[in-house]
């Protein structure tokens, strides 16, 4: 009998594109998708189902209604499945909710780090369920785990690990390097260090770290960030798109998540690019996966200087420092936007704090999408 991998906020955008992959993918497999909207959970799995018939694939899919703000019955839930890798997208107000304002207040409230609320108050219950079961397993966490997995370590309730962010960007740096130096893809691999707010808030035009090898050889040296960086930006990739609806498509984010979660499910222990949340840092590091866990592999830079380089990043997308009892102090500067266009006043965040304050950002979310007529 298969083991599990319970997928969590399968309704979602990203779950929705996940779940398709896995349903492509031909390998023996078992995904329980789990989310509170049972009817749309339900079709995205048997649409899943259709499309890997239609490939000639029959992997073992299936849905269970979930809520995470019970936490009791969450910690049932993972007894009776007992599942060896959970990955969780549940989120209480995606990453691109901010970007449906208009670009003048986009470009002052959309750092993610006041919005922490939206992405720490779900993840926390479910880690709390994961405790209060007792079940063996490994987390992936889906919901901002550049920042949201350090405070949950400072919790005593850490995840293994995260996806996306930083490993999307130095995806796309792998294609830039492989078409300057004119060899294949595959010819490439890289390790990096970077956070979130280096990648997505400065378009890679932020503090990070990477190591280049082509076909075998360290050619880093001929790879200066400030190169990277600029090569990156006239590829296009520098682009910020002001989308007028919720997006759909996220294949990159959900196959990111997607390769991290294979890993530990299938036991490969590869060391993978840039992984985020690992070990209760902040950030991404280049990371061996597997079934024990996650352990981060640091080739040419110290834990010193890539957590610095990590926490500097983390001050782009406004978080000045996380305390150690996991509450999470704002820049000063950030502070002021949010006060200025969304009137929300958060120069602290405590994580006992975190669903009250995730409602009330919510709610002067919709007053803004009312005042500019948008439709979310």
Same mark, same amino acid.
């Given at each position: 009998?298969?083991d599990?991998?319970?997928?969590i906020?399968s309704?979602?955008s990203?779950?929705?594109d996940?779940?398709?992959?896995?349903?492509?993918?031909?390998t023996p497999?078992?995904?329980?998708?789990?989310?509170?909207?049972?009817?749309?959970?339900?079709f995205e799995?048997?649409?899943a189902?259709?499309t890997?018939h239609n490939?000639?694939?029959?992997p073992?899919?299936s849905f269970?209604?979930?809520?995470?703000?019970?936490i009791?019955g969450t910690?049932?839930?993972?007894?009776?499945?007992?599942?060896?890798?959970?990955?969780?997208?549940?989120?209480l107000?995606?990453?691109w909710?901010?970007?449906l304002?208009?670009?003048e207040d986009y470009k002052?409230?959309?750092?993610v780090?006041?919005w922490l609320?939206?992405?720490?108050?779900?993840?926390h219950k479910?880690?709390?369920a994961?405790?209060?079961?007792?079940?063996?397993?490994?987390?992936?966490?889906?919901?901002f785990?550049?920042?949201?997995n350090?405070v949950?370590?400072k919790l005593g309730l850490e995840?293994?690990? =995260? @996806?996306?962010?930083?490993? $999307? !960007?130095?995806g796309?740096? #792998?294609? /830039?390097?492989?078409?300057?130096?004119?060899v294949p893809?595959?010819?490439?691999?890289l390790?990096?260090?970077g956070?979130h707010?280096?990648?997505?808030?400065?378009?890679?035009?932020g503090?990070?770290?990477?190591?280049?090898?082509v076909?075998?050889?360290d050619v880093?040296?001929?790879?200066?960030?400030?190169?990277?960086?600029?090569?990156?930006?006239?590829?296009?990739y520098g682009?910020v798109?002001q989308?007028?609806?919720?997006?759909?498509?996220q294949?990159?984010?959900a196959?990111?998540?997607?390769?991290h979660?294979?890993?530990?499910?299938y036991?490969?222990?590869e060391v993978?690019?840039?992984?985020?949340g690992?070990?209760?840092?902040? =950030? @991404?590091?280049?990371?061996q $996966? !597997?079934r024990?866990?996650? #352990?981060? /592999?640091?080739?040419?830079i110290?834990?010193?200087e890539?957590?610095?380089?990590?926490?500097?990043?983390?001050?782009?997308?406004g978080i000045?420092?996380i305390?150690d009892?996991g509450?999470?102090?704002?820049?000063e500067k950030?502070?002021?936007?949010?006060?200025e266009v969304?009137?929300?006043?958060?120069?602290?965040?405590k994580?006992?704090e975190?669903e009250?304050?995730?409602k009330e950002?919510?709610?002067?979310?919709?007053?803004l999408y009312?005042?500019?007529?948008v439709e979310a």
């Open positions: 009998m298969l599990s991998i319970l997928l906020g309704a979602g990203v779950g929705h996940m779940m398709y992959q896995i349903a492509s993918m031909g497999i078992k995904v329980i998708g789990a989310d509170v909207d049972e009817e749309k959970g339900r799995v048997e649409e189902l259709h890997a490939f000639g694939f029959y073992d899919l269970e209604s979930i809520n995470l703000f019970d009791n910690a049932e839930f993972l007894k009776v499945h007992q599942p060896k890798v959970i990955c969780n997208l549940a989120s107000g995606s990453w909710i901010t970007r304002l208009p670009p002052k409230v959309g750092p780090g006041p609320p939206n992405h720490l108050t779900l993840a479910l880690m709390l994961v405790k209060k079961s007792g079940i063996e397993t490994n987390v992936v966490n889906g919901a785990p550049d920042a949201t350090v949950l370590s995840p293994t690990c =995260g @996806g996306g962010n930083m490993d $999307l !960007g130095l796309r740096v #792998k294609r /830039v390097i492989a078409r300057t130096m004119k893809f595959r010819s490439v691999q390790y990096g260090v956070h707010g280096a990648y997505y808030t400065a378009r890679m035009n503090p990070y770290y990477v190591k280049v090898i076909d075998g050889e880093s040296d001929q790879w200066p960030n400030e190169k990277i960086t600029r090569l990156y930006q006239e590829a296009g682009v798109t989308y007028k609806s919720a997006l759909v498509d294949m990159r984010t196959s990111s998540f997607l390769k979660v294979l890993a530990i499910y036991d490969t222990n993978h690019t840039c992984v985020t690992v070990e209760g840092l902040p =950030g @991404g590091y280049p990371t $996966l !597997g024990s866990g996650a #352990k981060v /592999v640091l080739p040419g110290s834990r010193e890539a957590i610095r380089i990590n926490e500097e990043g983390g001050k782009i997308d000045e420092k305390k009892d509450t999470v102090v704002f820049c950030n502070v002021e936007y949010m006060r969304v009137g929300y006043e958060c120069p602290e965040l994580p006992s975190s009250e304050r995730a950002l919510n709610t002067l979310l919709h007053k009312d005042k500019y007529n």
